[in-house]
């Protein structure tokens, strides 16, 4: 029987969150912060999502708060009984001057596996968001699942960044070709909304040989990257993650 499952967060500018709300394998804890920040950890509380559920957290930043939502562990898409594919929703809202930090653990997409991940931001015109993704497509020495990501950002009403990303046997030929992936197996994306880039904008460029800086139509950028592993993936998103946000 498939999962239906929708987690809740919100927060305030004291620091309280007044909305902290668990369900099915999406619990939420209250964990200690290091910084300014208030800090929430998704804890896995049992396996998923697998073919069929349908999970979705909802995270609400109110104006003037500042938030942390990280992870236990790294997620797991995992085949099921049923033939449809599981859903993940990630549906996030930033109110004036407030800031949001969304650094969960790697997705790992396992071999027969089928998931369709949807997330959407939107920001105030005065609003940050630091927010990654990561996907590991097959564990160690197997193939990967199918996997189809998709995130759209708006940014006070105006479109910012809408993203579609597809890979595995369920997708159209070329995903693991040199103009996608080239072989490697570890993938991921670091956006950075900041108002700060309004009067200095980021500067176009790669890093390394593994990953590249591009700077959006708003005050934001978006740094792509391809690694070999999990490892080497993080290794290049907290690099840039130190650069571009250090606030």
């Not at 997330?119 to 590991?136: G, M, N, P, Y």
């Amino acid at each position: 029987m498939s999962l239906r499952a929708t987690a809740r967060i919100a927060a305030t500018a004291d620091g309280g969150l007044p909305l902290l709300v668990s369900d099915g394998p999406l619990a939420l804890r209250r964990t200690r912060a290091v910084g300014p920040r208030t800090r929430v950890t998704v804890v896995g509380a049992m396996s998923a999502p697998l073919g069929g559920d349908r999970l979705a957290i909802e995270t609400e930043v109110r104006d003037g708060a500042r938030l942390l939502v990280d992870s236990a562990a790294a997620t797991l898409a995992l085949p099921g009984r049923s033939a449809e594919p599981a859903a993940y929703d990630v549906r996030i809202v930033v109110g004036a001057g407030g800031e949001l930090r969304w650094l969960p653990e790697q997705l790992v997409s396992v071999q027969g596996s089928d998931l369709r991940m949807r997330t959407t931001a939107e920001l105030a015109a005065t609003a940050r968001l630091v927010l990654r993704e990561e996907q590991i497509l097959g564990r160690h020495g197997e193939p990967s699942g199918t996997l189809v990501t998709r995130l759209t950002v708006r940014r006070a009403g105006r479109p910012l960044l809408d993203q579609e990303l597809a890979f595995g046997p369920g997708v159209a030929g070329g995903w693991d070709g040199g103009a996608v992936l080239g072989g490697h197996r570890a993938t991921g994306q670091l956006l950075v909304v900041d108002p700060a880039f309004e009067e200095k904008p980021v500067e176009p460029r790669p890093v390394g040989e593994l990953a590249a800086i591009t700077p959006l139509a708003g005050p934001a950028a978006l740094v792509s990257a391809v690694a070999p592993d999990a490892r080497v993936l993080r290794r290049v998103l907290d690099a840039a993650l130190a650069e571009l946000a250090p606030f």
